[in-house]
């Protein structure tokens, strides 16, 4: 996930989702940040064309599915979403209840085009956060205040198919298990998590890892993992 700033206020997902998810506006002034994620130096995928969106929702989590090679990939989709929203939330002592995140499931394209607007970078990545407000920890490897509001929307995330699928492949993880790995990472994202500093990865990365081998699942950092690396 990448970090994107910008300082013109805007409606969340829910909202531009009404519109055939044109664009995602901020969900507020601060804009989220994320993993550092690669397609690879080859080319980009080829995006699949896109169909009718369709909106799914567990309680937590709204999915906006853009892109149907999402559903065709995992039909289970939503569920898969929310046991990692909440997993994060749980991990992270925040709780879910009255909470709201909205998730696009978008292609390489889509995905692009948002960092560009969001971060001046036209190129893919595997998933973007929005942080309903800002809540960045005191110092480093401290963690974040708990958000100002006991109920509604955390904030926004979109997640890219194409890089997505590439970098499990290249793991040799399932694409079930990264797209976990990845919304719990955003979802940690929109309640004030980052990995800036070193402090900071170390007690974000701790979180995660423990989340997601308590699944039963590989630990994301290490050898070979498709986990995000610091930025020193």
């Known amino acids: 996930m990448n970090q994107a700033r910008s300082s013109n ?22 804009i989220g940040s994320g993993l550092d994620g690669a397609v690879g130096a080859g080319p980009t995928p080829q995006a699949e064309a896109p169909g009718q969106d369709e909106t799914l929702s567990d309680g937590l989590v709204e999915l ?21 929203a909440r997993l994060a939330l749980v ?3 925040v709780n879910a209840t009255g909470r709201e995140i909205a998730i696009l499931a978008c292609d390489n394209t889509r995905i692009a085009a948002l960092n560009a607007d969001f971060r001046g970078k036209p190129t893919p990545t595997n998933v973007l956060s929005w942080p309903a407000e800002d809540l960045a920890p005191p110092a480093p490897g401290q963690r974040p205040p708990a958000p100002s509001r006991a109920h509604g929307p955390l904030g926004d995330i979109a997640i890219a198919l194409e ?3 590439s970098e499990a492949e290249k793991a040799g993880i399932g694409l ?26 170390a007690l974000m990365e ?13 630990d994301p950092y290490g050898k070979g993992a498709a986990g995000p690396t610091r930025r020193d």
């Open 163 to 165: 890089t997505t699928r």
């Open 64 to 84: 906006v599915v853009e892109h149907p090679g999402w559903l065709a990939a995992l039909p289970d989709l939503i569920d898969h979403a929310g046991l990692a």
């Open 176 to 201: 079930k298990d990264h797209v976990i790995h990845l919304i719990l990472h955003g979802t940690l994202h929109l309640i004030g998590y980052d990995h800036e500093t070193n402090d900071d990865a």
């Open 9 to 30: 206020p805007g409606d969340t997902l829910r909202s531009a989702t009404s519109a055939a998810c044109d664009t995602i506006p901020p969900s507020e002034t601060t």
């Open 206 to 218: 701790g979180i995660e890892r423990a989340a997601v081998t308590g699944l039963g699942m590989r």
């Open 91 to 93: 991990r992270a002592g």
